[in-house]
């Protein structure tokens, strides 16, 4: 049974950092694109960033570019998504997400055939 595990939850003030871990159990993913999406209350479900299967590939939404740094270990069969000068609309639970045999990046929801359970991320002062 395939399986992605979030770590946090994580409460940080504005301008802090945060990262966010994502363990994959039950096969490998090292031939498929994993990516971060987030939803806040109210809102549709979000494309953050993207890695390909090879991991040569990285793509972020306007929104975040140059603020996260999605990254991969193959051999953890985990992904990471480091967030820096967090936001308060950055505010959202954020779920990881996993193609099922597909090393390409997609950007959206429907691309992807697993997903973890989210985990909250709260920037407030």
């Known amino acids: 049974q395939v399986q992605l595990q979030e770590s946090g939850p994580g409460l940080v003030k504005p301008s802090q950092m945060l990262s966010l871990s994502c363990a994959a159990s039950?096969?490998?993913?090292?031939?498929?694109?994993m990516g971060w999406f987030r939803q806040a209350p109210g809102k549709e479900r979000e494309f953050v960033a993207a890695i390909s299967g090879s991991g040569g590939s990285t793509y972020y939404s306007d929104s975040v570019k140059g603020r996260f740094t999605i990254t991969g270990d193959n051999a953890k069969n985990t992904v990471y998504l480091q967030m820096n000068s967090l936001k308060p609309e950055d505010t959202a639970v954020y779920f990881c997400a996993a193609r099922r045999w597909n090393a390409n990046i997609v950007y959206v929801p429907s691309g992807y055939g697993y997903w973890g359970q989210g985990t909250q991320v709260t920037v407030s002062s």
């Open positions: 039950g096969r490998t993913f090292s031939s498929s694109a």
